[in-house]
């Protein structure tokens, strides 16, 4: 299905991931003959502005009758942050815009109805959102506030608040936005999620009486504009009785009449009714932060079997279990937590290359266990420590030959350290590694031998500081450090320090132990312990000897300090030059 109009086409695959982390399914549309009745509900709904603040849009997918356009996909873009941007854009903005609209829709009709911006900001003349007119323009619109899912600070909040709290909590949640919000004629957020549905309605208010819907019984009403109704002609309704919610205060049971889901149907409510976060990164009166409190917030996912064991741990050190039900069936093995830490013990661990994924806001931190076996006999047995800074790694017994590391990171400008992007192997871990994301660099730390290969990549950016793509498939381009040295190799019994400096990796130790590592490294120095002497020369050599023989054995010498004469290669006339740059200073001179 070509969804993207003129240059760009997309693949229809999107990962499983990102289908179920985005409120796109497109919903059915209900449609209505008019109604004759004036009851109080209508009336009410009427009083609240349901005739006059409703987009006469219908809820409706991007394909071929409506394409959307290249410029739609880089004003998302440009306004994601990088965490964002490297984070599969591409498909998720797919998803975001293939299967309805209906929340950007209902963002429109929150906003304009509580003046954070005007019907007017989306098209010319209009008084009222009634008045408008669906056109490519108000399509773009629509897009963009769709895409507001697509931002990290309302995507953690809302699935962090799905998969948290109760049902009876959402409900009481929901009557709550309703009654504050209406009591201040303002209109609200509405999530539903049900078997598979995920939909956006504004919510404009409540209303107590007494409803029966098939046999139950209900005192509440959330008043709803919904974009999936429409008259018997096909034009959008806004209102109608049957797209309301229905509640019983004390049993806490819902229903809502159009889709015939209600409590039974595994439904879940999510209510918002925060401006700066409806109108994050909006296309009119901009909001660049927000007032709801996602602080904490990390994103939890792991590829593992059941018997490694999770915990969320607290600055007091207090760790709380994850279990298998804690992972949300509408997220897989994904969860979304307020921690200041994350515990995992691999404890005989049977399955291949075992996966963990730790994001905050501006932190993404990606481990796998490359090796599919560990000396230990039975599996894996260590422990991993994640927070927003630090991964440390514990190994328990045996050795684990090959963990890789991916950091990203929302700091810095293109060009200047730190870079977004890290890959880091670790390898042969016996003992334990910490790997600390410092200001400018990271620090490897160990109370054994540090083996590791580490290489800094980021996003290209062009003159007005917008992420560049490759030239076929709108992919953002990557490059790594732009000398001839793009990684850094570690074999070390010290600590080392990697910064990036004019485009170059440089190397630092902390001699004084003060954890001030402002302590260069020297070329020829490649195990990194501050001196210059035959042990530098002898591990070059031995790099040299496994380059030529095509040895598997890992010897952490890297061009950056073993390419003493700065000829391209590690090899034996390096080690000359350090064993002739040793005898100098062995002698004084």
Known sequence: MKIFEGVFSIKKLISFFTVISLLTSYSPIHSYADDTETTDLYALASSLGADTDYLKVVNYKHDDEHPVKMDSFRDYLWKCSVIEACYTP???FSAMVSDGSCMGISLLEIISHNGVIKPSDIQAGAENLSEISYNDDVDSIITSYQCLQGHTEFDYYERFIMTNTSYDE?????IETAENNMNDDRYFLVIVRSNGLYHAVCGMGIADGNWEWNGKKYDKCILTLDSNITDTNGNPRGFHKNACIYINSETKDSYIPSYKIGT???ISFISIDDDTLLNYKGKFNTSETINTDISGIKQISRNTSENTKLYTVSDDGNMTSFDDN????????TNFVKADSVHIDLDNEKVDYPNFRYINPNRWIDIEFLDDYMA????YNADVYISDNNVYMKCNEGNIEEIGLQIRMNEGTYGCS????WNIDIYDLSDDVNVEVRDNGILLKSNGTVKADLTPYCYQLDENGHFKFTSNDYYM?????????TRASIESDNNVFISIENQEIMYYIDKNGDDVYDDRVEKGDVNCDGFINAVDATLVLQKYAGNSTGSLEYIGVGHALGDYNGDGLVDAIDATQILRKYAELSTGK
């Open 90 to 92: 591409v498909e998720t």
């Open 170 to 174: 959402q409900i009481d949640n929901l």
């Open 264 to 266: 039974e149907d595994d």
């Open 326 to 333: 804690y992972f949300s069936d509408y997220v897989g093995k």
């Open 376 to 379: 230990y006999e039975d599996g």
């Open 418 to 421: 730190p870079f977004f992007w």
């Open 477 to 485: 381009d990557v490059e790594n450090v732009s000398s001839q040295y």
